[in-house]
């Protein structure tokens, strides 16, 4: 346990420290971890690409006895496919790793000035040399070209460093690490608020690039041994209490890891295709590096007394593995491949190499040791035959051998990596050319890396050039092919027309990643678009479960159903599918709905309306479904559809439209009537609809003869069919049965001829005013007259029965707006001009009254007639006696 907890016989604050350093660890492992599940994720994102059509709805319903006529109106369908955005830039990424990496070079060189003077001398030549390859001037301060950042940068680390080295040696490593992490900030302040570059965060990490990427090879290749100590540990620790010999043991597991390491090596030459994922290099790196924590000890301690563990050795490691994990997570953070696959290369090359060496070192050393059963683990750096420098330097020898065995492709991958890093820097400022450039030297490196392609599409898409774009999006598909990839071919493809190419990139992506939802949701899509349902279904399915953003093929589903289901099934379909909260699969279900005649409440999802109001493709498509699904129940789209109708003047005759359905079936009728009059006069393309709509609206209110007018401008058998219906209700059956005749005639149709014999007994339905006048008949009060008025303003006995009760209870101006507002459409109705007559004397205005008697006489029977003149005779003569008393 002592070993395991060497800290604990420090002191206070050293362990403080060292329980800082395990938690700082432990977070740059688990940046590198969730930055690494899927690089291509930190760069590329999944956008979802919305498409809006439309479908034939009948939400327009006149009902009969035994069947109903209804006009088709279009509701709104969402399509949406996945389409994978450019290349860009993680700059979250960028900050945590120069956090990251700032500390551990701040650990570093604390560690460095405890070491004796030659070692810290070399130590710091070689930080300067590094700083100088990281080509501060690039960051532009004190002017272009500036070497004063440079000697500032020096001048501070070297000159604070050497005052602790040798003026302080007194002081402890906290109070070290403190004052160089310092001074670091100090820098990064510095260089935040005078560079004026645009980005100087991304400019030092591009041009420094090198600096790290040496550091992290110079660590995973001192660790590069730690699991083969560590096997030693686990063979001899336990069986040396016993007097047992591990050797057995030991050779056995130590084989089986160089096995292991030796299919990897063989898997990254592409000598053989075997998936070798549970035994991924990225574990054996943390493995290495993790166990080096306590290894590195032991190997320090054989230095005899070279190098101290304690206030030398654990800070140096320390900070070489916090930066190694950082460089990691930003190679991975940014989707630089080829530099992942040089440190991959690097772990797998450096553990085999050096491991066989090490395990030879063993063997020659301690074979004896191990047949006596004794700890070799306490012995293992205390070499009797077979040196631990000549090991190191066997070891790296063979790590050479393994690298020149790959034609040096690492060290082209390190270029590569170096130029992909410099192309992202010049993309993000704007300037493509010389970002082009980069990534083509990229190319010229490793001309089947990944990134470099991908970025060179993204470029290509952005100045318009789709055939470079597909040729670069077809290139980065070679070695490491990506979803992302393949969906961005496809898009290009199909933007050229080539439908039947983009069919076939989709199936030989889903032949490399048969589990992509994204891939197979927008398979589904294009076989949808050539009405191949049963395809479509199928990958839409499939995609619905392999995806986590499942309400994206679920949406997809319905407008399939919607499009090719018939009705039976529809409704099966309909009532088994799971409900989303998705705008989108909202709005497609509210057009299900429409398309199945269902109407029941539903509640308004209040983020389909954007703070800025401007709407997207699944906000309109949501909102004039939910209008015309939910008119009678909910009037407040007739307030709110008109103000967004101004903040999207592209989208203003479909939103105001959409008002008027709200406002018919639950606002106010009148006002609803009339903005559709004035829009089907004004003629245009929609024109035909607007009087289709009018002309039903019309028929429900009763104004039969005003809704043939307007239904004469229909074509097709809905126009004919509503003027039937209306000459049916208006009492002239034979002129309805005769169009219906001559209708059949042109088109037989055995339904038609059904409807044709049940025209003659066609009586007006019931309304939902019918029983609101009845109530307010029985019970008169405002609210029941009130409630019939707006129920229908154009019915005439509704009308007159309110004018008159208003009337009697002397609110003569709200009865004669009633009858004026009635009178605009209904103008033929005696009951109206009666009501109309007689307020008009009630206020005086004899002249309007003496016209309204004149449109009585004309309109009504003689027997009406007669009766309303016994009225309205006595008091117009008393109108006239009244002014002739006052002259």
């Avoid at 501060?136 to 070497?147: C, N």
């Avoid at 990691?328 to 491949?337: I, K, V």
Wanted: glycine letters at 6%; aromatic letters at 12%; proline letters at 3%.
């Amino acid at each position: 346990m002592k070993e395991l907890f060497f800290w604990k016989v420090w002191s206070s604050s050293e362990r403080r420290i060292t329980i800082a350093a395990f938690v700082i660890i432990i977070l740059s492992i688990l940046f590198f971890v969730l930055k690494g599940i899927d690089p291509l994720a930190n760069v590329i994102r999944w956008d979802v690409l919305s498409e809006l059509s439309d479908i034939s709805t009948v939400v327009d319903v006149l009902k009969f006895d035994q069947w109903q006529y209804g006009i088709s109106v279009p509701s709104n369908l969402v399509t949406e496919q996945f389409v994978a955005s450019t290349m860009e830039t993680d700059f979250l990424t960028l900050k945590i790793f120069w956090g990251f990496v700032i500390i551990g070079l701040s650990f570093i060189l604390a560690a460095l000035t405890t070491m004796p003077r030659f070692w810290y001398l070399a130590g710091m030549v070689v930080f300067i040399l590094l700083l100088a390859s990281a080509r501060l001037e690039t960051l532009g301060v004190f002017g272009e070209g500036s070497r004063v950042l440079f000697i500032i940068t020096v001048t501070l680390f070297t000159g604070l460093s050497y005052y602790f080295h040798a003026f302080r040696p007194d002081l402890g490593i906290g109070t070290r690490i403190l004052g160089l992490l310092g001074v670091s900030v100090f820098l990064l302040i510095l260089i935040a608020f005078v560079s004026p570059v645009a980005f100087p965060a991304l400019t030092a990490a591009s041009y420094s690039l090198p600096v790290w990427m040496l550091i992290s090879i110079i660590f995973l290749l001192v660790s590069a041994t730690e699991i083969v100590a560590a096997l030693v540990w686990l063979s001899t620790s336990g069986e040396s209490k016993n007097g047992k010999s591990g050797l057995t043991n030991f050779l056995v597991i130590s084989i089986l890891y160089l096995l292991s390491l030796l299919l990897l090596y063989l898997k990254n030459t592409r000598q053989i295709d075997w998936d070798l994922t549970l035994l991924s290099p990225v574990y054996l790196a943390i493995a290495a590096g993790v166990l080096g924590l306590w290894g590195f000890k032991k190997r320090t301690d054989s230095t005899n007394g070279l190098i101290s563990f304690r206030t030398t050795g654990f800070w140096l490691y320390i900070g070489l593995f916090i930066v190694t994990a950082a460089f990691t997570a930003y190679a991975a953070g940014t989707a630089n491949d080829p530099l992942l696959e040089v440190l991959e290369d690097v772990v797998v090359n450096g553990q085999l190499a050096m491991s066989i060496v090490f395990l030879f070192y063993i063997i020659v050393n301690f074979y004896a040791v191990f047949k006596q059963g004794l700890a070799v683990h306490k012995v293992l750096y205390k070499p009797m035959r077979f040196g631990l420098t000549q090991t190191r330097l066997f070891g790296f020898a063979g790590v050479v051998v393994l690298f020149s065995m790959q034609r040096l492709l690492p060290v082209y991958q390190g270029v590569a990596g170096y130029f992909n890093g410099l192309g992202d820097l010049y993309s993000n400022t704007g300037e493509y050319p010389l970002a082009e450039q980069y990534y083509k030297m990229a190319l010229q490196q490793e001309f089947q890396n990944h990134k470099s392609n991908y970025a060179l599409a993204s470029l290509a898409l952005r100045q318009g050039d789709k055939v470079a774009a597909a040729y670069y999006f077809r290139q980065a598909l070679l070695k490491n092919p990506s979803p992302q990839a393949y969906a961005g071919l496809t898009g290009v493809l199909m933007q050229e027309s080539l439908f039947f190419d983009a069919v076939f990139s989709l199936q030989e992506g889903l032949r490399a990643f048969p589990e992509s939802g994204e891939l197979l949701n927008n398979l589904g899509m294009l076989y949808a678009k050539t009405n191949v349902a049963d395809s479509a279904h199928f990958y839409l399915d499939k995609a619905e479960k392999n995806i986590k953003r499942s309400e994206v093929p679920a949406t997809n589903l319905l407008a399939i159903w919607a499009r090719s289901t018939d009705a039976g099934l529809l409704d099966s379909l309909a009532n088994n599918s799971n409900a989303q909260k998705y705008l989108s699969w909202q709005a497609n279900w509210l057009a299900v709905q429409n398309l199945r005649q269902k109407f029941p409440k539903q509640f308004f999802k209040d983020d389909a309306i954007n703070p800025d109001s401007v709407l997207s493709v699944s906000s309109l498509a949501y909102l004039l479904n939910y209008a015309r699904n939910q008119a009678s129940a909910d009037s407040l789209p007739a307030t709110f559809l008109p103000k967004l109708a101004n903040k999207n003047p592209l989208l203003s005759e479909d939103l105001s439209l959409g008002a008027l359905y709200p406002e018919f079936y639950s606002g106010n009728k009148l006002k609803a009537i009339e903005t559709l009059s004035v829009w089907a006069e004004q003629g245009g393309e929609k024109s035909k609809m607007y009087h289709k709509v009018l002309g039903h609206w019309l028929l429900q209110v009763g104004l039969y003869d005003l809704a043939i007018q307007h239904l004469a401008n229909v074509d097709g058998v809905e126009g004919i069919l509503g003027q039937a219906v209306g000459y049916a209700l208006s009492g002239q059956q034979a002129i309805g049965g005769l169009l219906l005749q001559r209708m059949q005639e042109k088109e037989p149709n055995p339904a038609l001829q059904k409807l044709q014999g049940s025209l003659m007994t066609i009586k007006p339905p019931q309304t939902r005013a019918d029983s609101l006048f009845a109530t307010a008949q029985k019970i008169p009060s405002d609210k029941n007259f009130d409630a019939a008025i707006h129920a229908n303003p154009f019915d005439a006995k509704i009308v007159a029965a309110a004018a008159s009760y208003y009337g009697q209870k002397k609110q003569v101006s709200k009865a004669y707006k009633i009858v004026l507002d009635a009178m605009k459409f209904n103008d033929r109705a005696p009951l109206l001009w009666q009501q109309y007559t007689i307020l008009s004397l009630q206020q005086g205005l004899t002249g309007q009254a003496d016209e309204g008697e004149a449109q009585v006489r004309e309109l009504s029977s003689p027997a009406d007639y007669q009766a309303f003149v016994t009225r309205y005779q006595p008091m117009r003569a008393l109108i006239e006696k009244q002014r002739a008393e006052f002259h």
